[in-house]
Structures are given as structure tokens and as C-alpha cells.
């Protein structure tokens, strides 16, 4: 019994050093394959986390831009996605993994048309069904980034929900690697 509530203990006192908010910003690159095309981007990546006073499960609110050409023409794409994120650190390296959902803007779409594409912004329900990374944690108050990855799924929405037609293809995969830095706020 003593054995177990020590170790009770210590769990709470590890749990009780870490942050309760965590706020990323960085730099990310994505490389998205459209059919014959390839859109390559690079931009902005920037996520808040909340802590919970469980040391491994943390809610995170994970935006994100990238800004490219297609043919020529400036391409954006723009992402909001929310969800769990489960965490270990051994020492000053935290190693974490994600599961986010929300939805996507881009203009030219994720998906070739065959009008001019400087034109129309989509919407696409978007996910990351898993995806990860590594914190290097400096201080106390700051820590690097030094890799997320995460595999961003773009899957075609209703056509009620667009402003013209959609075409047949239903998804599309959006590999994104980010590096930056993190704010880490407050204590559990």
C-alpha cells in the first residue's frame, strides 16, 4: 500500500510542473499531391493547447497557412482543426501525439478545376487522424519544436455546401512538417 500511494504521489507532483497552457508558433511546409499536380507551400503553424490536470491528455486548437503557385497562379490554403492530444515527457524531451478535425479554406482548391482558378475558395471537412512531434523543453517557460508532422486529410463536402459543383475526386492528402517555438503558461 505505501509503495502504491508513493507512487500516486509522485504522479501528481509531475503532473502539478507542467504548463496549463501551451502556445506554438512556427514555421510549416506542405506538399500536396493533386492528380497530376504538385502544389509545394510553405507558411505559418501556430496551436494552443490546454493541459488537463491528467498528465497525458491535453485539448488543442491547431491553425495553420501555406502559401504556393499552381501553373503560375498563387495558391493559399488555410486550416482549423480541434482535438486531443496525448503527451509523455522523460526529461526535457516531450513526445506527443494528436487527433484533430475541422475544416479547410483554399483558393485554388485542393483539387484541379478546369476554370480559372484564381476565382473560387472551397471549404473541406479536414482531419488529421493521427500526427506527432517532439518538444525540446529549454526552460521552465519555453521549449523548440524541433518536429511535428501530421498527415491533413481534405475530404470533399456536400455540394450544398459549395458554391458550384464538385468534382469526383473525394480527398485529398496534405503531408505537413512544422518547426518552431512554444510558450509554455501558468502551472497545473
Known sequence: MPVGLLLLLSLSGHAQDRPRIEIFGGFSHSDIQTGGDRI???G???AITINS??????????FSGHYGSLGGAKTV????????RFSSQRGRLMWFTHSLYGVSFG???????????NTRQRV???FVPGGGGLDVV????IAIRV???????????????????????????????????????GKI
Do not use: C
Open 138 to 141: 529549454l526552460h521552465r517557460r
Open 77 to 84: 490554403t488555410q486550416v482549423a482543426m480541434a482535438g486531443l
Open 44 to 46: 505559418w503553424h501556430a
Open 53 to 62: 490536470r491528467q498528465s497525458w491528455l491535453e485539448f488543442v486548437a491547431d
Open 147 to 185: 518536429l511535428q508532422f501530421d498527415l491533413v486529410f481534405h475530404s470533399q463536402t456536400p455540394d450544398y455546401l459549395q458554391n458550384y459543383p464538385q468534382l469526383d475526386q473525394t480527398s485529398t492528402i496534405q503531408p505537413r512538417l512544422s518547426v518552431g517555438i512554444v510558450l509554455r503558461i
Open 124 to 126: 473541406w471537412f479536414t
Open 107 to 117: 483558393r485554388p482548391p485542393l483539387i484541379q478545376l478546369e476554370e480559372d482558378i
Open 40 to 42: 509545394k507551400g510553405n
